[in-house]
């Protein structure tokens, strides 16, 4: 490897690993956006994942990707209970209700012994980094770009559209929202298991209101019309304290302007090419 690639590297590491697991954290929130659902539990998900990960690692000592596996089938699991009662709702309510599941789970964090407390767990082995994380990134971004040119992706589509022309049209509503929550989930909960073993440290303060607010923003600025949308917003809000250094006071004010301006002056987002359309005009023109 290059000597400057090193220096870079040496650096900004932690910059690099936050990028890449913001990305899948803002592909987790594109999924339930997608189909014109406001789910704000990725960051329970994500603390789901993480404190799954940690706890295989330092407790059984698990083999790492057997950690990830498990890091992803917990938070699916833990979608397919809350997701029957919750998806009968939509808009700010359900909103509402996954804010409100991932602070009962916080508040488990905080008190239970098992999961280090308040001060949540420490010494986790540092494994992964940017190999895994970009690796599944890449994978997450692939797979969802063949799904946004298929059925699925154009039922997605017509489901955010208009759910009632949806369902009329034959279109599985409940197994839809059920799908795209499980999927959600599993990518939180991965990203959450890749930060936990690149920073070493876990609390439960991380995966709060604050967090969840954050995912839903990468989406925002960058888009919902592809799965690049959502990526690019989160390396952009990722960075963006790292380039605005100097206005070390004014970080969030910076950071909220963008948004604020982005949702009102570009409300598809930075990126607003929508992969649906592709994908129906080559259905239309075989």
Not at 42 to 51: K, N
Not at 105 to 128: E, H, K, M, Q, W
Not at 134 to 155: E, M, N, T
């Amino acid at each position: 490897m290059p000597a400057f690639l090193d220096d870079f590297l040496f650096t900004y590491e932690t910059l690099v690993h936050s990028l890449g697991v913001n990305g899948l954290l803002a592909l987790s929130m594109y999924v339930v956006l997608a189909m014109g659902q406001l789910s704000l539990g990725q960051a329970a998900f994500m603390g789901i994942g993480a404190y799954t990960s940690a706890l295989l690692t330092l407790k059984l000592g698990v083999p790492f990707p057997l950690v990830l596996l498990a890091a992803m089938i917990a938070p699916a699991f833990a979608a397919l209970i809350i997701g029957a009662p919750t998806l009968k709702l939509s808009g700010v309510y359900l909103a509402l209700a996954t804010i409100g599941v991932g602070e009962m789970l916080r508040l488990f964090y905080v008190n239970s012994d098992f999961t280090g407390g308040a001060l949540g767990v420490s010494g986790i082995p540092r494994v992964g980094g940017i190999v895994w994380i970009y690796s599944c990134l890449v994978i997450a971004i692939v797979i969802f770009v063949f799904v946004a040119r298929s059925r699925i992706g154009r039922a997605m589509d017509a489901t955010r559209e208009d759910e009632l022309a949806a369902g009329a049209l034959g279109i599985d509503l409940p197994a839809y929202k059920l799908g795209g929550l499980v999927v959600s989930a599993m990518l939180a909960g991965l990203a959450g298991a890749l930060n936990a073993h690149v920073s070493s440290f876990i609390s439960p303060g991380e995966y709060g209101f604050d967090a969840a607010v954050t995912i839903l923003s990468f989406a925002l600025l960058g888009g919902i019309g592809s799965p690049f949308g959502p990526v690019l917003g989160a390396f952009i809000l990722t960075a963006l304290p790292e380039v605005l250094r100097p206005l070390h006071d004014f970080r969030s004010v910076v950071n909220g302007l963008i948004i604020v301006v982005a949702v009102l002056f570009m409300p598809r987002g930075l990126l607003a090419w929508r992969m649906g359309r592709l994908a129906g005009s080559r259905g239309k023109s075989t």
